[in-house]
């Protein structure tokens, strides 16, 4: 019969409220409006619209962020999962040399192809690197491009990126220029 859960002298079917909350965030995934929904499920308008603010994490347009090399890229991945950033790739110096090791030169540029192709698709895209490489991206990328700089191109080791820093820039939704200066640790 499900998880029953009795309040006062009412037994409430928690299963069901369960699955009419994910009813509602399908239909509402789909392109439906809160009013389309609510009309479809037999609810009032503003039942849903408080329930999306209860779950709502950012507004705004899909979020990106791509960066080398990183050395704390567990912490900026945390932020990232919080903030809930549609899409990520970091790497750690040793990670993008073997990545580039691991692909034949036909399968490096294929590979980078899709993923500017893919980084196309999001509204904002955080690009961590060196002054070189968020040019680059800036240019071929054509959309709104928030940078935050490791410094000068090449950059041969491992840079610590402040997670503040990026959850600030991820909560503004604005595109904006941030210079910072990295440290090793």
Do not use: C, H
């Given at each position: 019969?499900?998880?029953?859960i009795?309040?006062?002298d009412?037994?409430?079917?928690?299963?069901?409220?369960?699955?009419?909350?994910?009813?509602?965030?399908?239909?509402?995934a789909t392109?439906?409006?809160?009013q389309?929904?609510?009309n479809?499920?037999?609810?009032?308008?503003?039942?849903?619209?408080?329930?999306?603010?209860i779950?709502?994490?950012?507004q705004?347009g899909r979020q990106a962020?791509?960066?080398?090399?990183?050395?704390?890229?567990?912490?900026l991945?945390?932020?990232?999962k919080?903030m809930?950033?549609d899409?990520?790739f970091?790497?750690t110096?040793?990670?993008?040399?073997?990545?580039?090791r691991?692909?034949?030169?036909?399968e490096?540029?294929?590979?980078?192809m899709?993923l500017m192709?893919?980084l196309?698709?999001?509204?904002?895209?955080?690009?961590?690197?060196?002054?070189?490489r968020?040019?680059?991206?800036q240019?071929?990328?054509?959309?709104?491009?928030v940078p935050?700089?490791?410094g000068?191109s090449?950059?041969?080791?491992d840079k610590?990126v402040?997670?503040?820093?990026?959850?600030?820039i991820?909560?503004?939704?604005?595109?904006?220029?941030?210079?910072?200066?990295?440290?090793k640790?």
């Amino acid at each position: 019969m499900g998880d029953l859960i009795r309040i006062g002298d009412k037994l409430i079917n928690r299963d069901k409220i369960i699955s009419m909350l994910d009813r509602i965030l399908e239909l509402r995934a789909t392109g439906l409006s809160q009013q389309d929904v609510a009309n479809r499920l037999g609810l009032e308008r503003t039942f849903i619209y408080r329930l999306e603010g209860i779950g709502e994490i950012r507004q705004g347009g899909r979020q990106a962020v791509i960066g080398f090399p990183i050395l704390n890229k567990e912490e900026l991945t945390t932020v990232i999962k919080e903030m809930g950033v549609d899409f990520s790739f970091l790497m750690t110096d040793q990670e993008r040399w073997d990545f580039i090791r691991s692909q034949s030169a036909l399968e490096l540029v294929n590979t980078l192809m899709d993923l500017m192709m893919q980084l196309r698709t999001f509204d904002v895209v955080v690009i961590i690197g060196s002054d070189f490489r968020i040019k680059i991206a800036q240019t071929i990328l054509d959309k709104e491009v928030v940078p935050i700089y490791l410094g000068e191109s090449p950059i041969e080791e491992d840079k610590r990126v402040d997670p503040e820093l990026l959850r600030q820039i991820l909560l503004a939704g604005r595109p904006r220029s941030v210079r910072e200066t990295s440290r090793k640790e």
